[in-house]
Structure formats: structure tokens, C-alpha cells
């Protein structure tokens, strides 16, 4: 990559820190600008505009084939870069060859087939399993958890700065309380070993560790489900405690989907859609579950919809007549 390069990333680092953009995405729009500039043979991207964007993105449809919604993440990206690290809005919408976005219906469990899951879990991760499916919460937003996001008295999670940067409110289930409480203990007990041993401190976001420098050894700011061992932050360097990796848990899902011999392609978000079926097939209405999923669009929802219509739209077919 051209002396140029580094800099420029550098530069769309701090600006992305400063946007607080999650560090995740920050991996992935370094990833992508890094591709524009190889695919362009090292031009700076100052000296480029929507013909070569346009070009990259048909290159990503037509070449490597790739989804929607990588082919959107790759544009997102750049045009991050344009408007606020070079400070070039494009003029004009990118005509690239968009990929094609693929319909599809997701998977979803029967009551029967979530209590065979659950019966091959156990300990964490059929506690974080039994939050995703009864609480509808996305894999990181359950990992991501805080112990100040758990009211207990109102039975509700609090979920703050989730997918877009939003903020919403969901059930909390009956049935976890008590788990939670046992679990939170021993939790505590590992924070408390943490301090001992001179470090305790957890990540928080936006300026809050500027403004209350003690708030990150709070036991309120620890995650519910930390990670067995300390790790290095990946943005400061600092020796932590980190959340629980995702991958854990998407392996123990896989594992207890085969053993419990249910013939779909499980994963930790097939719980999500199946939370948001069964609340639709018990009568609860579409709006209120677009809140508790927290969908910006209607539209999305409405898919859980043609879930319960599957097989013929709800027609009883002559053949069973």
C-alpha cells in the first residue's frame, strides 16, 4: 500500500472513534477502504469519485458475487470516507450494478424443538440461550449486557445503544431471575478476585470513562456475561475483562441443535426470529413486537408473518380433504 495509505486510515480511525462507531464496524470499514485502494492500484481515493466506486461495487456483484448486504456495507464505507474523513461528498447517487438481494424466510423453532434445544445447554449457555429466545435480544446485545441493565423489580431489560445506536425496553423472563441472581453472584465474586489483583476495570463507551474515572471498576458497569480471562483492549492497550466471545456460544448452539436432532439450520439468531413468532402466533400484535424487536421499518416485521402463513398462505390443501 502506498506511504499515503496508513495515514489515511489512521485518519478514518479517529474520526470513527470520535462518531463512536463500534469497534467492529470500524474493522470492517478499514477493510473495505483498504479493497477500494488495492482494487484501484494504490490511487488515493481524493483523487477518485463515483466512476471508481461504481466500478468496485460492479466488481464486487459480478466478480465476487457477494450479498446485498455486504455489497451496502462496502458502499456505507466509502462513503464515510468521502463525507467526513476527506470532506468530498459525492454529488450524484453511485449507479453501480447492485447485487442481488435475496428473499428468504427464517428459520424458526417450534416450541417443541426450543425445549429439545434447551435440553442439550447448559449452565451460561443456556442461560444467554433462554435470553435470546425469551427476551428476543441479538447475540452481541445479550453479551454486551451491563448489570445495571437488568431490572429486576420491573422485569424488563434495558438495552442501551444497540444495532443503529437505539435504545429500547424488553421483557425480562420469569424463568431466568433466579438463574441470573446465582449467576451474578459468582460474577461478582470473579470482579472482586479482578480488584484484588489490580485490575477490574471494564471498556465503556463514548466519553463516560473521561468524565467518571472510577465508573469502570463499578460493579453496576460489569458485564453480565464476562469472558473467562483477561484480555488486551483492542483499542487502548489496557489488560480487561472483556464480554464472553460469540463464538462460544454459537458452537454450543450448533452442537445441542445435532444432538437434539432437529433437522433446520439453527443458529443464535434463529431464537430472535422464533421469540417474534411465537409472540405473533399468541395474538400480540405486530406493532408491539416491532418495538420490543426495535425494526426502524414495519416492513421487517412483517416477515414473521409469512412465517405463520408458510405452506400455501394458511390454505388447507385438497389433498387433506
Same mark, same amino acid.
Given at each position: ?16 472513534? /470520535?462518531?463512536?462507531?463500534? #469497534? ?8 473495505? =477502504?483498504r ?36 455489497q451496502?456495507? !462496502? ?6 470516507l #468521502?463525507?467526513?474523513?476527506?470532506? @468530498?461528498?459525492?454529488?450524484?447517487? =453511485? ?16 416450541p ?7 435440553? $442439550? ?17 441479538? =447475540? ?7 448489570? @445495571? ?9 434495558? /438495552? ?6 437505539q435504545?429500547? *425496553? ?6 431466568v ?23 477490574g ?11 467518571y474515572?472510577?465508573?469502570?471498576r463499578?460493579? *453496576? ?5 464476562? !469472558? ?11 489488560i480487561r475483562?472483556? $464480554?464472553?466471545?460469540?463464538?462460544? /456460544? ?11 436432532? =432437529?433437522? @433446520? ?23 408491539? *413486537? ?13 416477515i ?17 380433504d
Amino acid at each position: 500500500m502506498s506511504p499515503q495509505s496508513p495515514k489515511l486510515l489512521e485518519r478514518v480511525r479517529e474520526v470513527l472513534r /470520535l462518531k463512536h462507531y463500534s #469497534y467492529r464496524t470500524e474493522e470492517s470499514y478499514l477493510a473495505w =477502504i483498504r479493497r477500494f485502494i488495492l482494487f484501484h492500484q494504490y490511487r488515493h481515493p481524493r483523487n477518485m469519485g463515483p466512476p471508481e466506486i461504481e466500478a468496485f461495487l460492479t466488481h464486487l456483484a459480478i466478480k465476487e458475487n457477494v450479498a446485498s448486504s455486504t455489497q451496502n456495507q !462496502a458502499l456505507s464505507a466509502l462513503l464515510f470516507l #468521502y463525507r467526513y474523513v476527506l470532506q @468530498k461528498p459525492l454529488d450524484g447517487s =453511485i449507479n453501480a450494478l447492485r447485487a442481488k438481494r435475496t428473499r428468504y424466510l427464517p428459520t424458526v423453532l417450534t416450541p417443541d424443538e426450543i425445549n429439545r434445544l434447551f435440553a $442439550h445447554l447448559q449452565g451460561e449457555n443456556l442461560l444467554i440461550a433462554q435470553i435470546l429466545y425469551g427476551s428476543g435480544l441479538r =447475540i452481541l446485545e445479550a453479551l454486551r449486557l451491563r448489570v @445495571k441493565d437488568l431490572d429486576f423489580a420491573q422485569h424488563q431489560i434495558v /438495552l442501551r445503544n444497540a444495532k443503529g445506536d437505539q435504545s429500547r *425496553i424488553t421483557m425480562l423472563p420469569k424463568k431466568v431471575v433466579d438463574p441470573l441472581h446465582a449467576h451474578l453472584l459468582q460474577v461478582r465474586t470473579l470482579h472482586q478476585q479482578d480488584l484484588t489483583n489490580g485490575h477490574g476495570d471494564v471498556y465503556l463507551p463514548f466519553a463516560l470513562e473521561r468524565k467518571y474515572p472510577n465508573a469502570n471498576r463499578d460493579w *453496576i458497569w460489569q458485564y453480565v456475561f464476562p !469472558a473467562s480471562k483477561l484480555s488486551s483492549d483492542p483499542r487502548s492497550g489496557e489488560i480487561r475483562r472483556h $464480554h464472553r466471545d460469540e463464538s462460544v /456460544l454459537r458452537k454450543a448452539i450448533k452442537q445441542a441443535s445435532c444432538r437434539a436432532d =432437529i433437522q @433446520k439450520k439453527v443458529s443464535c439468531h434463529t431464537l430472535r426470529h422464533s421469540f417474534a413468532t411465537h409472540l405473533l402466533a399468541n395474538g400480540y400484535d405486530i406493532r408491539t *413486537i416491532q418495538e420490543l424487536l426495535r425494526h426502524k421499518d414495519i416492513k421487517t416485521t412483517m416477515i414473521y408473518t409469512h412465517v405463520l402463513n408458510a405452506g400455501g398462505k394458511g390454505v388447507r390443501s385438497p389433498l387433506d380433504d
